[in-house]
């Protein structure tokens, strides 16, 4: 078999002192900036680039994707002791994460994100080392057309992940919708809402959003219970280790999760963000009851955490065999490789395997570092978030504005975070969950460009959207979703069904 | 009248014995090159390149700071803010000055009144590719099929107002050919659409399309500079393949705000050439069929403005709108 002598080699390369150093730098840096609200994958890469540059190109790179995928582990943390995402692929996990942790049950929330990530991680490993170009091939298949129709099933899905109101969730999604509306149309060139602020031209920006909504607001939130119980969970974590109970319950959430995650990675612009929503949606609706998703259900933090994972891992293959990033960090790694004088592509897997197979090989010994890192050290993690609240807040604000400023090096996204942060602490008073609106507003733009996309393409013939059979099958499920959604509804006219 | 004029002479001698003794010195300090782009791209890669060569030979470190955004605006203004003094230089594209002018109303800079051109440090050409599967295999195919039924042969760019997309346009008035145009988001998703076959052809830098032209996803059916490409010499050119008249290419380029002096202008530019001519920043460039550039400021801002000149007249003729 190929396959063995493949990894044969690329073992050879990731079980060296120095890559298996850097392979350690990397996750540990991953873990640290995922703990840390704000501060994320492309801050982190875009610094350590310069260092890159006297490094081997497997060096580098394993460095490199530690720190991404690494960053996704550590999100978790924060969102289920502080209730803000570490990540914004993590934003799903305060849902039920945080709800746990309220009911002292935090260190299994902990364990479960741990061991669904590790789980997710090694077996989306598996997939890029054997099915990398295959699926690469599928990728490329993706018509517009298709894209805007899963896009749809992902929108119908926001609604599901409302707590409470229906109506609410629908307002967020719309709300989402508009503000996604803000930037460069991609057809025709024009901005739209852009009020002559070259800042806005390219749309909101999305980790202003997401730290103001889930970040600031929840810091201002906390502050106004005065003296009270301050609702941050790191003092009484318990074990980590989760019981027989919950491994058994989380299972087939985590084998769920992962599967989704390692599909949606896989497609440019979705990855481990649009996984980790996908996941929890699907969660609410198959999961076997008894259901308590949004009251501390421990499926719903494992099925997020093992699909953002899977997702981080499987979004390495466009990459990696076609030279396409699938998003920000992955188009800085490309720059990486173009600077040691590598152009990414197909011709990597042949012309350079032993650095593909490093980078492969590398990941699990990164995912098995991580594990190390989050289950056995993870009071480590949690103590850096059980500073006094005195302290800890300053230093989320802190580190939310240097994350916000680092994505650009732009003042304005800042003035961005303070209106969002308001706007958060808003929904907070009104009891809106602003996780539909996030959702709203990264797929809002999207669906756009793909539905126009596939319009202009097919010169206005709107037939198109069914005569694709991924595009009709998507469609049908988004049909099915609403009406499952719809019917409950419209039988007892009573919002408990929604709640679920 | 006389000691006016003598109190204009010793400030001006004031003026000009810091510069000299500034020249000498620089750098003394870190230098910092803005580029109003993401990390990653080939303007991002063409700054880490020089900067780390600039850090070898002087000794002092070269931070690159990404200011992406807003077609550049952002990060152009940053640097026609910075202090000319020498430590914040930029590196730029055709986009910045010689798209962004033709194609948007208010351009909220000047080349001549804001900034010195000190060389073209990377000058790549773009290509036009059609999916391999597909029936054109040449440029002449492809604006026969156009010419055949207008507005139907599509053709990915990365975006409405980029270089790429002008170079489409062009092409077209050149030959009377209309081409369907597709705008992407970027590079990468552009050419991606090209190698998966939703859209037959493409207008792309051929660093981009480099992974799908070797994969053989793509064929490349015409390079846009004057000359072949090095890269492959059997690629014919735009010209060759009668499109008349019509050459373009991705230039990245090194600036300095208006004011910096003279004498650090020049000791750039020195460093600049040597730089430009070492071979692992060939080869470097070479990857993406980019050749290293080394023109006086002075060619370099002819080049440009003539481009500028070139560009507006497509967008004019070809009614080109970004707003």
Known sequence: MDIIANLALGFGVAVTVTNLLYCFLGVFLGTLIGVLPGIGPVATVAMLLPLTFSLDPATAMIMLAGIYYGAQYGGSTTAILVNIPGESSSVVTTLDGYQMARQGRAGPALGIAAIGSFIAGSFATLVVALFSPPLAEIALKFQPADYFSLMVFGLVGAVVLARGSLRKAIGMVVLGLILGLVGTDVNSGVMRFTFGIPALAEGISFVALAMGLFGVAEVIANLEQRGKNREVFTSRLGSVLPSRGDLKRSAWSIARGTGLGSVLGILPGGGALLASFAAYTIEKKVAKPPRDFGNGDIRGVAAPEAANNAGAQTSFIPMLTLGVPSNPTMALMIGALMIQGIQPGPQVLTQRPELFWGIVASMWIGNLFLLALNLPLIGLWVRLLAAPYRLLFPAILVFCCIGVFTINNNASDLFQLVVFSALGYLLIKLGCEPAPLILGLVLGPMMEEYLRRALLISLGDPTVLVTSPLSLAFLLAAAALLASIAVPLIRSKREEALKE | ?323
């Open chain 2, 1 to 323: 009248m006389r000691w006016t004029a003598s109190i204009f002479a010793a400030l001006l001698a004031l003026a000009s014995a810091p510069s000299q003794a500034q020249a000498q010195e620089y750098p003394a300090k870190p230098i910092r090159i803005i580029v109003p782009f993401a990390p990653g791209g080939i303007v991002d890669t063409a700054a880490r390149v020089v900067g780390q060569k600039l850090h070898e030979r002087w000794g002092q470190q070269v931070v690159i700071e990404n200011r992406p955004g807003g077609n550049g605006f952002i990060g152009v203004m940053a640097t026609a803010k910075s202090p000319a003094d020498g430590y914040t230089l930029m590196m730029a594209h055709t986009g910045e000055f010689s798209v962004n002018p033709a194609i948007f109303k208010d351009v909220p800079y000047e080349l001549e009144r804001d900034f010195i051109p000190i060389t073209l440090i990377n000058d790549a050409p773009m290509v036009f590719v059609v999916n391999s599967g597909v029936p054109y295999k040449s440029m002449q195919d492809l604006i026969a099929a156009a010419k055949a039924k207008p507005g139907t042969v599509a053709v990915s760019t990365p975006g409405t107002g980029s270089i790429q997309h002008l170079l489409l346009e062009w092409a077209g008035l050149a030959t009377g050919a209309k081409f369907l145009h597709v705008p992407y988001k970027g590079g990468a998703p552009a050419i991606t659409a090209t190698a998966g076959g939703e859209v037959p052809a493409g207008s792309a830098a051929m660093g981009s399309a480099m992974p799908h032209i070797t994969s053989g996803r793509v064929t490349v059916v015409a390079v846009t500079t004057g000359k072949r490409s090095a890269v492959n010499m059997s690629w014919p050119t735009l010209q060759e393949s009668g499109v008349p008249g019509v050459e373009s290419s991705i230039w990245a380029g090194l600036f300095a705000p208006k004011g910096v002096p003279q004498p650090i202008i020049d000791k750039l530019y020195g460093e600049l050439t040597k730089i430009l001519e070492m071979p692992d920043v060939k080869e470097r460039f070479a990857a993406g069929g980019g050749v290293p550039g080394g023109m006086p400021p002075a060619a370099f801002k002819a080049h440009i403005v003539k481009e500028a000149a070139g560009l507006k007249e497509v967008v004019i003729k070809a009614n080109v709108k970004a707003e």
